[in-house]
């Protein structure tokens, strides 16, 4: 049977779009951990204050194509949002507090094509209660456990731990110690679970 | 009939080693163009003085992993290297002037091989002049070519091209003003190419 594999992602994070529209296909008998945290105190700690594809904008152009490309490889929408990167850390709570919960999934991929299928501000209270409310879910409910300071620590928490565990990217794949970093490695990641 | 595809490599980059042992065979049909250039003047103006993998040793320790488990997947040697990253100009001078010969991709596969699974010394011209003669070559008329000032002031005109067409790191591949970059790309060059 295979190990199931922990899915670290970033609201603010392309590359984790694409790996969240394509995880719970591929996955196919590998169970799937949801795992949303902060890149942002991550960042910090190397010194950078924005999305090192802002500080460095060769590489930042670059990632736009090559984002471009992508989705069109796997028929995803794209559009590049007039923000960039947006604070995800709401929506993360959210995610956090409500991790185990079946739509799990289809709130993550909500909140992303938002971000980068819709052009909308995801920091915004409005635009997560309305990923929620096409789920037909109740959000000021999901919210208020998602605002608790538990929860708020909790998140705190789970960085830690992605920071413990080596990760210093999104999206990130781990089996037990085992790291895999990128949407590139989300195949060998999967392969890797079901190999353990 | 496909277009050219670039590869651009430099010798201190671990993934273009992976790149450069795969090439030709994946290419198929697709001319390549070996295309070395300098990593150091373009990292130097983002302020970097040494490898960024040795900058931010929290990416360093899982590049190093993650180049295990691929050459392992490849069926490449790999021995981490006791020095990081090694000099690789002197090479690329080589590899530069005789990028024409039909010897140039065993070439820059034994430099590869001696830096990142012999653990030998690049930058010493003993070494560089032991992997021509392995290829039954004539390192002294060689590599005085290598060493003409016209051959140094080409290798400053490519790698400034290299900064004009937007590259940033190594490997990567173009195939006009279409860049890609990694080791995890070069399948996807090489169906541009095709394609194009």
Known sequence: MARPVEFWFEFASTYSYLAAER????????????????????????GWNDSPFNIYPVKGNYMWRDMERLAAEYGLQLKRPTAFPRNGLLAARVALAHAEQDWIGAFVRGVYRANFAEDREISDPQVVSSV?????????????????????????????????????????????????????????????????
Chains 1, 2 share one sequence.
Do not use: C, M, Y
């Open 132 to 196: 929620l409310q096409d789920l037909k879910l109740d959000p000021g409910s999901i919210l208020a456990v998602a605002n608790s300071e538990t929860n708020k620590s909790a998140l705190k928490t789970q960085t830690q731990r992605a920071i413990k565990l080596g990760l210093f990217g999104a999206p990130s794949f781990t089996i037990g110690g085992e790291l895999f970093w990128g949407n590139d490695r989300l195949e060998q990641a999967l392969q890797f679970a079901r190999a353990a």
């Open 23 to 46: 995880i719970e296909q591929l996955a196919a008998g590998v169970p799937v951990l949801w795992r949303p945290f902060l890149l942002g105190p991550i960042f910090h700690s190397q």
